[in-house]
């Protein structure tokens, strides 16, 4: 079983250059959640294979100045949802059945989660695996995660992959995330960031590509995608999970 963790991995993801923890998706066996940028990379690879780049840290959306997105959760499910609301927010999103709802508890973050798959979530995107997180104090929803990967959909390809992440790309950088908080196509350990944004309260969207690279001619670093991760996170700077006190160990 694949598991569910909201890890203080991936560094840099919620600020230009810095940043606290990001809810990240065991969902693809033998990777792992990118743990530094090292560089950002402008303009995005358009199909598997497709060099990546350097460039400048962060872009502003289109427009940012004259919308403000807000984000709350994803579709019907709203942070801060207790799981019996969740439930009944996937049944009215996906109508999903009782018995297609599986739970899944975290015994290091004693966090507990919800997953179901889902065909088509993007249209023509394969199927993917939904998961929704709730927090070790709160009980109430912290997070909600997509991934697409051969995990999910056996037929899943690496262009799809690339091609998901494009379209979900040009999705939000036209939704208006405040402007000091986006930035697109940065390469980390592991795959590439193609988009990070935050709302007013801090709240954010993360896309990450994962996959392999490899130095090709001229030093340019090519991307092979394994999974595509999407998190809406509550609060990834200081997520609801155990930790033990200061002075115990």
Do not use: C
Request: no cysteine.
């Amino acid at each position: 079983m694949r598991k569910i963790y909201l890890i203080p991995a991936v560094v840099g993801l919620l600020t230009s250059v810095a940043a606290g923890p990001l809810a990240a998706q065991g969902a693809v066996p033998k990777q792992k959640a990118a743990p530094a940028p090292r560089a950002a990379a402008a303009g995005a690879p358009a199909a598997a294979g497709t060099p990546v780049a350097a460039g400048a840290p962060s872009a502003e959306a289109p427009g940012a100045e004259d919308k403000s997105k807000a984000i709350d959760g994803f579709r019907s499910a709203k942070f801060g949802m207790n799981e019996a609301d969740v439930r009944a927010a996937m049944a009215k999103d996906f109508n999903a059945k009782p018995d297609a709802i599986r739970a899944q508890d975290n015994a290091a973050e004693l966090t507990h989660s919800i997953l179901l798959s889902v065909p088509e979530l993007l249209p023509n995107g394969g199927t993917a695996e939904l998961s929704y997180v709730f927090g070790y104090k709160s009980k109430s929803l912290i997070q909600v995660g997509a991934v697409w990967s051969k995990g999910t959909d056996a037929a899943i390809t690496p262009e799809k992959l690339f091609s998901n992440a494009n379209i979900l790309r040009a999705h939000f950088m036209g939704e208006g995330f405040k402007p000091d908080s986006i930035a697109v196509n940065m390469p980390v350990a592991g795959g590439i960031v193609m988009f990070r944004g935050s709302d007013a309260k801090d709240r954010s969207v993360i896309l990450l590509l994962q996959g392999t690279f490899e130095n090709k001619e001229n030093n340019q670093r090519v991307l092979t995608p394994t999974s595509l991760l999407l998190f809406y996170v509550a609060d990834a700077k200081s997520p609801d999970i155990f930790k033990l006190p200061p002075g115990q160990f």
